[in-house]
């Protein structure tokens, strides 16, 4: 059996201010095609569908044509909740969807019912395992020990009773232990959300959501599709694309396939200075500048946006800014006249001392601060 694995498609995301609204339609059109190439016996989504809880009208229509795409194929497409997404919204209108083959996954009830496929070599059992917290999952099994993330999926993930003599692949919206995280990611303090990849060992195929970069965990068996997009520059080096997961006969690993997705846009990050930007050919790709001058650029970001009109962050990397990372407290700094304070700083972030018309000038304008306040 192929199964397409996508995940994280965060619809409705603003990055920078700017809407990837118009990003998103193309590459979930994209996907559609890869589907039409590929021919992938089924379809699962595994979760962070929106980016947000209520996500924008315009983000609910362009997975609403995407799920319509599908249902028009006649394939089987699986969809579960992930963190950024409202299970209960998720979970709308899905016993109707049903009837077009399309499923997905209910708000966490304790009560997970596999769906059904069957191929060459017999069943295929589906598990539609939203986002769960330790919480979550306790208000369920009151009389169950639940101090962790691992402890709540061992436990949910127990309630399901997979028969194990059949293939099962379960779709879960979680941090494994080992995977590689970035920036774009929501991080929780410490190791508080992992979760031990032991606890899948009743799978043949884990469709994992919630990291942003494709990975396999361990081995090809426990699987991030990671996200159709970049959606931070934390990502920059990323190449996205859709997983395909071939699983044949109970006991063999999955094969995977990354079919490469190629945006409308790219990101990209310069390094140099004003003038030599200034000189580059233009680009709308989504744009990082670190500008290396010493000196402050006046209105910077509406020059740059001439040659990259997609400029998202405009920073500056440079002696004083080395210098400034670098400044040391001094440690009797409260028995220093405030001219020999404001000199001291001087010092460390330019690396010379001020001249003897700079403390002049210096010390005229601190009496004057002290003539005002008295």
């Avoid at 990050?269 to 003038?275: A, K, M, R």
Wanted: proline share 5%; aromatic share 8%; with cysteine.
């Amino acid at each position: 059996m192929r199964i397409m694995h996508l995940s994280d498609l965060h619809l409705g995301k603003r990055l920078h201010n700017f809407s990837m609204l118009q990003d998103q339609k193309y590459i979930m059109n994209q996907i559609i095609e890869i589907i039409d190439n590929q021919k992938p016996d089924c379809i699962v989504i595994a979760g962070d569908v929106y980016d947000k809880s209520v996500p924008p009208a315009e983000a609910v229509t362009i997975f609403n044509q995407f799920i319509t795409e599908i249902a028009n194929r006649d394939l089987p497409l699986f969809v579960i909740s992930g963190n950024h997404d409202s299970a209960e919204r998720i979970a709308f209108g899905s016993e109707i969807m049903k009837k077009s083959n399309i499923w997905f996954s209910p708000v966490y009830s304790g009560n997970v019912a596999p769906v059904t496929l069957h191929d060459a070599f017999g069943e295929v059992c589906f598990y539609l395992l939203p986002f769960l917290s330790p919480h979550e999952v306790r208000n369920v099994f009151k009389e169950k020990q639940i101090d962790n993330y691992t402890d709540a999926l061992s436990v949910a993930i127990e309630a399901m009773q997979p028969d194990t003599s059949v293939r099962n692949v379960l779709l879960s919206h979680q941090y494994v232990t080992g995977a590689e995280r970035c920036d774009s990611e929501e991080i929780y303090v410490g190791s508080l959300q992992n979760i031990d990849a032991s606890v899948f060992s009743d799978f043949d195929y884990v469709a994992l959501g919630h990291l942003h970069s494709p990975q396999n965990v361990g081995s090809t068996r426990i699987r991030y599709s990671g996200t159709p997009l970049k959606y931070s520059f934390s990502e920059i080096n990323h190449r996205k694309s859709v997983t395909i997961a071939e699983i044949r006969q109970k006991g063999q690993l999955p094969k995977i396939t990354e079919i490469p997705l190629v945006p409308v846009r790219d990101m990209l990050e310069i390094h140099d200075s004003f003038y030599h930007i200034m000189q580059m050919q233009k680009s709308d790709a989504y744009t990082r500048i670190i500008l290396t001058d010493e000196e402050m650029i006046l209105d910077a970001v509406g020059s740059l946006r001439k040659v990259f009109p997609n400029l998202m962050i405009l920073e500056y990397e440079n002696r004083q800014q080395h210098s400034a990372e670098k400044l040391k407290t001094l440690p009797d700094a409260e028995k220093l006249s405030p001219l020999e304070l404001v000199s001291e700083f001087f010092t460390q972030l330019n690396g010379k001392e001020m001249t003897e018309n700079q403390k002049e000038w210096l010390s005229d304008k601190i009496k004057a601060i002290w003539r005002d306040e008295t």
